[in-house]
């Protein structure tokens, strides 16, 4: 499960999205890749149900996974 992702080339100065991050009016509760692994998947929570909210493609991303041990 990604539990976080970072999109730009400089870290310092890129935009991250992270699992239960305020946006869109909402609350991101899924970042997916999809199966060909170009493209990132990002969607929140509202009081309108789940919706898709972002797609990231041919970015530079550096991915955090939820690693509970």
């Known amino acids: ?3 976080k992702i ?3 080339v400089n870290p310092k100065d890129a ?3 992270f699992i ?3 946006a869109g009016g909402g609350q991101v509760v899924a ?3 999809n199966d060909e ?3 990132f998947e990002v969607f929140i929570e509202s009081t309108e ?7 990231i493609k041919n970015m530079p ?5 939820d690693c509970k041990f």
């Open 37 to 39: 692994g170009d493209r």
């Open 31 to 33: 970042i997916v890749e």
């Open 20 to 22: 239960g991050m305020p």
């Open 49 to 55: 149900g789940t919706l898709h909210w972002k797609s």
């Open 6 to 8: 970072i999109i730009g």
């Open 1 to 3: 499960m990604i539990r």
């Open 15 to 17: 935009m991250a999205y």
């Open 61 to 65: 991303v550096i991915v955090e996974y």
